[in-house]
């Protein structure tokens, strides 16, 4: 049973996202599809176990939604897909096929948790950033530059000029993303245990795609990208199976405060720890640490 619930251009459908996708999603329809699918490494997203009983089950039921995807993306539309490190080749090698992959991305973050001694632990997610058409794209560069690390303590002086004038010091940025994962005592933190920073989406969303556009994401969680999409003046159509997910997504892009007469509030977090011999913990220490022993990404 799909369920669907709207509110000034965002939509929330609760239900299977291929079941949606197919049924409720016509084509070419979607600017901009950001998918973070489960990775199939055992997570839980509440009674869903993230394990499937091979990689060709994984793969052959991504090449499901992917299909959909595709279909749904308008011809001069972008995707961005994330998945494990060791599920991505296959996800690149049916992507190349049938759309232009115009970069590998990786999101580096840090690491203060539990971490591999006995391999070099994971530290990044590859995201791969494809086009329908390499000649017809939307790429908003103007909006998504950084400051250039030149490594100098002044400004550069560019004397080719007829008036020296100052280096732009401005660049797009390249393939190796640093972003910090969302902590307990961030403002956006939600109970989820695989939440994206709202700005890792921030910057796929302002590069690419225009406000007013219709961005779509068929694995929402904690619905980072239809947040930042409100935030940045775009539509927005999310899909999560998980009813506990649901309902942040009610709250934090619907505005609802109330879902079946329980109240819809942001989490409650207690900042006072204690171990068993009464010392206070990091707060932020133990939900790395958690975040970290799971990550095999
Ligand atoms: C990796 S998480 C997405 C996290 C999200 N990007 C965020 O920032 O919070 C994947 C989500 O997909 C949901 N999911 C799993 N299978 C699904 C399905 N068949 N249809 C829709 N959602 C599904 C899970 O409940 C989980 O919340």
Redesign the pocket.
């Known amino acids: 049973m799909i369920q669907r619930y709207e509110q000034q251009g965002n939509i929330i459908f609760h239900?299977?996202?291929?079941n949606v996708l197919k049924n409720y999603i016509p084509s070419e329809s979607v600017d901009l599809i950001f998918i973070?699918?489960?990775?199939n490494i055992g997570k839980k997203?509440?009674n869903?176990h993230d394990k499937w009983d091979s990689e060709a089950e994984y793969v052959n039921w991504a090449y499901q939604w992917l299909e959909e995807c595709i279909r749904i993306l308008k011809t001069n539309g972008t995707i961005y897909i994330m998945t494990s490190t060791q599920a991505m080749p296959y996800f690149d090698i049916f992507l190349r096929k049938k759309l232009t992959i115009l970069s590998r991305i990786i999101w580096h973050y840090d690491s203060s948790g539990v971490q591999a001694t006995k391999y070099f632990g994971s530290m990044y997610e590859p995201i791969l950033h494809c086009v329908k058409d390499k000649n017809n794209y939307t790429f908003n560069a103007d909006d998504i530059k950084i400051e250039a690390k030149t490594g100098s303590q002044r400004k550069l002086i560019d004397y080719r000029k007829s008036v020296p004038t100052p280096y732009n010091t401005e660049k797009v940025p390249g393939n190796a993303w640093y972003f910090p994962r969302v902590r307990y005592r961030m403002e956006e933190y939600?109970n989820?245990p695989?939440?994206?920073p709202e700005s890792l989406l921030e910057r796929i969303i302002l590069a690419s795609s225009n406000e007013g556009g219709l961005i779509l994401?068929?694995?929402?969680?904690?619905?980072?990208?239809a947040a930042v999409a409100k935030r940045l003046c775009r539509k927005s159509i999310s899909?999560?199976?998980?009813e506990e997910?649901l309902k942040i997504g009610l709250r934090r892009v619907l505005a609802w405060q109330e879902y079946k007469g329980e109240k819809l509030l942001a989490p409650q977090k207690n900042h006072n720890i204690k171990n068993k011999d009464g010392q206070k913990l990091d707060t932020d220490c133990i939900q790395r640490s958690i975040f970290d022993a799971n990550t095999t990404a």
């Open positions: 239900g299977d996202t291929v973070d699918p489960p990775y997203f509440g869903f939600e989820h695989t939440q994206k994401d068929p694995f929402a969680g904690t619905f980072t990208t899909i999560e199976l998980q997910y």
